[in-house]
């Protein structure tokens, strides 16, 4: 008996979260890699700006403008790497081919894998956001608790982009290669270099259809506002779905098994 590809059954969805994460259990140097290269990274970029000269006319200490957006960038490009790279193994592997000749259905297994990685995605987002806040000084206008919020919806928008890329790739480096195609293109129009207003209008118009976008515009919220802000809400509600759309477009151009 073959399974339909839109429902979703909880017990299933529960038990494949649980078999991905002690999969990623068994693995300790990858769950390193996934929760500690932010913590790095964000380490290296805190040196890299305590020695650079101020510029008099920003209030805005550099670091806390460049790194509450990367707290924010650097989740999601890491868990779609990550993302992308497993699903494809197991596809290849025949695991997936297994699976799906049960009652389980594609969203099933995706949504499974979409909550063990967010799992996942939320241990990195508390360590990077914490050692950024407490360890590092950053300082932002709001809460940190916003910054942990929207840092997690972006490893999760990761997630939900690296499964759908997986279903184009058949090998784990066609899956590597989709990072310049998905993963760069936002991270050069999501107003971290150039603010978007500045931008030719055709690339603005561009960057009004990249999730990343609205990721880095909810964090520059935090960043400048005491409160939540209407904007911020509505960042964020896109965010969560385009991960949804990401996922259900997953399920529906999965292959059983890659050739």
């Not at 399974?3 to 991905?20: E, G, H, N, Y």
């Not at 000269?53 to 924010?72: A, C, E, I, K, Q």
């Not at 099933?108 to 990685?117: K, P, Q, R, S």
């Not at 290669?177 to 293109?185: K, L, N, T, Y």
Request: hydrophobic share 55%; glycine share 6%.
């Amino acid at each position: 008996m073959t399974s339909s590809p839109a429902a979703i059954r909880p017990k299933l969805l529960l038990a494949t979260a649980v078999r991905v994460l002690r999969q990623l259990r068994a693995d300790p140097r990858t769950v390193a890699l996934i929760v500690m290269i932010p913590v790095i990274l964000m380490v290296l970029l805190y040196y890299m700006f305590s020695e650079a000269p101020r510029n008099p006319m920003v209030p805005v200490d550099p670091f806390d403008r460049v790194g509450t957006v990367m707290l924010g960038i650097l989740p999601f490009t890491t868990m779609f790497l990550i993302t992308s790279i497993a699903m494809l193994r197991e596809r290849r592997s025949g695991t997936l081919e297994r699976l799906l000749t049960t009652p389980m259905s594609r969203l099933d297994l995706l949504g499974g894998y979409g909550i063990a990685f967010s799992v996942v995605a939320a241990v990195q987002a508390v360590l990077a956001v914490g050692v950024s806040y407490w360890l590092l000084g950053l300082d932002v206008a709001g809460s940190i608790g916003w910054v942990f919020l929207i840092a997690m919806l972006d490893a999760m928008l990761g997630v939900g982009l690296g499964l759908l890329a997986s279903a184009f790739a058949q090998t784990e480096f066609q899956a590597v290669q989709f990072m310049p195609i998905v993963v760069i293109p936002q991270l050069f129009l999501c107003g971290l270099f150039v603010a978007r207003n500045d931008l030719p209008g055709w690339m603005e118009g561009l960057s009004l259809a990249m999730p990343l976008t609205y990721a880095v515009q909810g964090l520059q919220e935090v960043a400048t506002h005491t409160s939540a802000t209407g904007l911020m809400w509505r960042d964020m509600a896109i965010i969560l779905a385009c991960t949804i759309v990401a996922l259900t477009l997953a399920a529906a151009t999965l292959k059983r098994r890659t050739p």
